[in-house]
């Protein structure tokens, strides 16, 4: 059986929503593995010998783990062609790929060095110029993306859900515990919401017990 660990409200959602997708449609099971990231989990041995880097996702595959989301979402979809979670078709799969490649490395690491910028510095004021300056990026990031969702019919790649939907469900919820008001983006919040309510992406989201809005609005 594949086993994924994940964290709650980690970027470890997009294989975890999409490995629920997998068993609604195939009944094929899997393991879902809680790492506690707030308490560090993946610095220990344990979870180092599976993944050195201590970062979710990983998938076990067959005993052998398979790091870094797109060659996670690559695989299942090799697995489960049936389902379509990456497009057959060349250009439409490449320029799902390209995208996700941008979400992984652009995306992804602003936020990173919002949420950890002692990753990134050691001085206090250079971390505090880190998060602000990337808060920027981060909603620049929002607007692209904000912007490709507008056209979405229903999801990005047309009919069916993909890896894509579900990295987009992430960001905007990022957006929200680094100030940025989902309210802001009237259509991109109510496709996460319309994603969200998904049997199997609801499922996964009940399983992480993390609310689909972090933003709280200032009293
Ligand atoms: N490029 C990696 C990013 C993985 C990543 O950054 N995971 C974060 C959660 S969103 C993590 O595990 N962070 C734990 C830590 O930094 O201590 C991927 O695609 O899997």
Not at 91 to 106: D, E, F, G, P, V
Not at 126 to 140: D, T, V
Not at 169 to 193: Q, T
Request: proline letters at 7%; aromatic letters at 12%; one cysteine or more.
């Amino acid at each position: 059986m594949l086993k994924l660990y994940y964290g709650p409200g980690a970027c470890s959602f997009v294989p975890h929503a999409a490995l629920e997708i997998i068993r609604a449609a195939t009944g094929e099971d899997f393991e879902a593995r809680l790492v506690k990231l707030h308490k560090g989990e993946q610095y220990q041995p344990e979870f180092k010998a599976i993944n050195p880097d201590s970062l979710v996702p990983v998938l076990m595959v067959e005993g052998q783990p398979l790091t870094q989301i797109i060659a996670i979402s690559q695989y299942l979809d090799a697995r489960y062609p049936q389902l379509e979670l990456l497009p057959k078709e060349a250009w439409a799969r490449a320029r799902t790929l390209s995208t996700m490649a941008w979400m992984n490395n652009t995306v992804h690491p602003a936020f990173t060095h919002i949420f950890m910028p002692q990753k990134f510095a050691e001085d206090e004021a250079a971390r505090a110029e880190l998060k602000r300056y990337n808060g920027i990026l981060f909603r620049q990031h929002l607007e692209r993306i904000a912007g490709e969702i507008a056209k979405a019919a229903p999801y990005w790649n047309g009919e069916k859900i993909g890896f894509l939907d579900l990295y987009s469900v992430v960001f905007l919820r990022w957006g929200g515990l680094a100030g940025i008001d989902p309210d802001s983006f009237p259509g991109y919040k109510a496709f996460v919401e319309r994603v969200a309510a998904l049997p199997p992406v609801a499922a996964a989201l009940e399983r992480e017990r993390q609310p689909l809005h972090y933003f709280k609005k200032a009293a």
